[in-house]
């Protein structure tokens, strides 16, 4: 039996993440404290741009921002 998975808040959460990388890439002078936070940031989308039913609740500017950054693990 299989669930109906709701990816609204996957995709809210995720675009939080979106605003952490593209705000802490930019940084000058990244903290300690704010280079994990990216790599943690990073690894989130990542891993969510792996799920087939994620990437569908995406629009298509989600979608296009999110690949743009380009992250590989």
């Given at each position: 039996?299989?669930?109906e998975?709701?990816?609204?808040?996957?995709?809210i959460?995720?675009?939080?993440?979106?605003?952490?990388?593209?705000?802490?890439?930019?940084?000058?002078?990244?903290?300690?404290?704010?280079?994990?936070?990216?790599?943690?940031?990073?690894?989130?989308?990542?891993?969510?741009?792996?799920?087939?039913?994620?990437?569908?609740?995406?629009?298509?500017?989600?979608?296009?921002?999110?690949?743009?950054?380009?992250?590989?693990?």
């Open positions: 039996m299989s669930e998975i709701d990816y609204t808040q996957h995709v959460a995720a675009m939080d993440s979106y605003n952490i990388v593209v705000s802490h890439r930019t940084e000058a002078n990244p903290t300690d404290d704010q280079k994990d936070e990216l790599a943690r940031n990073e690894r989130h989308l990542w891993l969510k741009m792996k799920e087939e039913g994620f990437v569908a609740a995406l629009s298509t500017k989600q979608k296009a921002d999110i690949e743009a950054l380009k992250i590989s693990l």
